[in-house]
């Protein structure tokens, strides 16, 4: 299957700089529940590598070296492994197989990564011992605390989001009894159901941030793009009551262009108090 932009230019727009330029985002999440002792704890967060006929799989090597380069306690895939075909998966296993962290690499699908055969990618990661999470969640100690990483299915329909996230979090404790709940969801929306069940950190991806954006200027709101018309929460840091979503661009594009909409990864490091931050593109609503 090929894109039909990619036809129509010939096949010089995935040659473009706009696709190819991946941003290293470095941003601090003051998470008002967090303990002292997990102060400092970082993130790296890729998503939605798209990994095809515009996003090459000689790009991978680029993607795993600026995403191990952040030295983070841990690693957050949020899915779009692939674009349209499976025939890319040896590639992205073997290079996802190279990320590391301390803590661990976690991993959840995305929509494009049912468009061929979901459930064989699912195994394919199942088989070389990459954590997919799968309405799973997995607790661990870390300096004392209760920790707890949680990921869910790409949900096909909107009601299936509350029942992957109380699935997930049978395994996890109940949140009056840990300090840090993260949960990894390929589509944003799922902030909502998590914002209820008091989850402190949300990392997403799918929208890409719009990709096209026409108005991106620093402290300027209202910025229009793709995501912004068609998603609650396109890009960026927002908050609800004391929960916290973070919307990754991603690195791949399913359009082979980007207009003031960088592709990325970020490494989110987690405080205990308030932080001076430059966020962009706070959306703060009412406490649940
Ligand atoms: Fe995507």
Do not use: W
């Not at 073997?94 to 459930?119: E, I, K, R, T």
């Not at 890409?208 to 995501?227: R, W």
């Amino acid at each position: 299957m090929t894109h039909v932009p990619l036809l129509l230019s010939g096949g010089r727009l995935k040659h473009s700089k706009s696709v190819q330029h991946i941003q290293r985002i470095e941003r601090e999440i003051a998470l008002p529940d967090l303990p002292d002792a997990l102060d400092g704890l970082r993130i790296t967060h890729l998503t939605d590598l798209h990994i095809g006929s515009v996003v090459t799989p000689d790009r991978l090597a680029g993607i795993v070296e600026i995403t191990n380069a952040f030295e983070g306690d841990m690693i957050a895939v949020t899915g779009d492994f692939v674009d349209l075909s499976l025939n890319v998966l040896d590639d992205v296993v073997d290079a996802m197989s190279q990320l590391s962290a301390p803590l661990g690499v976690f991993f959840v699908p995305g929509n494009h990564d049912y468009l061929d055969d979901g459930p064989r990618l699912i195994r394919a990661f199942q088989d070389a011992g990459l954590r997919m999470l799968m309405n799973e969640s997995e607790p661990f100690e870390l300096h004392g605390c209760k920790v707890v990483i949680s990921g869910i299915d790409y949900p096909h329909k909107k009601a299936d989001i509350r029942p992957f996230l109380r699935a997930a979090l049978k395994q996890a404790p109940r949140r009056d009894a840990c300090d840090l709940r993260v949960l990894l969801s390929h589509h944003p929306s799922a902030f909502d159901a998590a914002a209820k069940r008091r989850i402190d950190l949300t990392l997403a991806g799918h929208t890409h941030g719009g990709q096209v954006v026409l108005s991106n200027k620093k402290g300027k709101k209202g910025s229009i793009g793709i995501a912004s018309l068609a998603h609650r929460y396109p890009r960026g840091l927002f908050q609800r009551g004391h929960s916290y979503l973070y919307v990754n661009s991603g690195v791949g594009t399913f359009f082979p262009l980007r207009v003031n909409c960088p592709a990325e990864v970020a490494c989110l490091t987690l405080k205990s108090k308030p932080v001076d931050s430059d966020i962009r593109h706070v959306r703060a609503t009412s406490h649940p």
